[in-house]
């Protein structure tokens, strides 16, 4: 509910103007969303044994972790609106480096608190990338379209990542021989630095053009 009450000010749908096909570059944001999904879904699925298994704590102690990072989102979704107006195109890079940053914490933490330091980047993160697809996929869908775009294409591409995220990750762990969380969230910093780098070059020339 906050990614549309803070989300910046777009246009209305106006019925005349609605398209029986979308842009290509709506489709984009939707895989974006979903690789996103596939990446960051392997934290709550597997925080827990994780935490047990190393001795940081008990089940009450991944839930404050989750917790953590709902009200890190939470917090950051607030002031969304602001953040994006500053950040401007550089904005996914950063935030998506805020996300993978967490994720390394999480991947070399030696004690609970750092765990909790990297879910809280985690979520933060997350709370900032989320609308600003939502946001990139309305305005890319034009008028006319911005419900179908953010309902039916993005949306379903959000939680159709987090279903296929264990499969996902699992058969690449799989291919590398270790399906542990230590090796998967491995996978899952470098993939999002390498994506944070990408999108951050692409902002950088974009810039560079204007």
Do not use: C, E
Not at 85 to 100: A, M, N, R
Request: charged share 10%.
């Amino acid at each position: 509910m906050l990614i549309f009450i803070y989300m910046p000010n777009i246009d209305k749908d106006d019925t005349k103007d609605i398209k029986s096909k979308l842009p290509i570059s709506v489709y984009k944001y939707a895989v974006g969303a979903f690789g996103l999904m596939v990446v960051f879904f392997i934290i709550p699925t597997n925080i827990a044994v994780y935490i047990q298994s190393n001795g940081f704590g008990d089940a009450s102690a991944a839930g404050f972790a989750i917790a953590i990072a709902t009200a890190a989102g939470f917090f950051s979704g607030l002031f969304f609106k602001q953040i994006y107006k500053i950040t401007d195109k550089f904005h996914v890079p950063l935030v998506i480096l805020s996300s993978g940053t967490g994720i390394l914490l999480m991947n070399k933490a030696a004690s609970l608190s750092v765990i909790m330091l990297g879910t809280g980047f985690i979520g933060a993160g997350n709370g900032l990338i989320l609308p600003a697809i939502y946001v990139g996929a309305t305005k890319a869908a034009g008028a006319g379209n911005n419900i179908r775009a953010m309902g039916g294409i993005v949306t379903a591409m959000m939680f159709f990542g987090q279903f296929m995220s264990p499969i996902i990750m699992d058969g690449i762990g799989a291919v590398f021989g270790d399906t542990s969380f230590t090796n998967l969230s491995r996978i899952a910093y470098i993939l999002i630095y390498a994506f944070a780098a990408f999108t951050g070059i692409k902002a950088l020339l974009t810039k560079s053009n204007n």
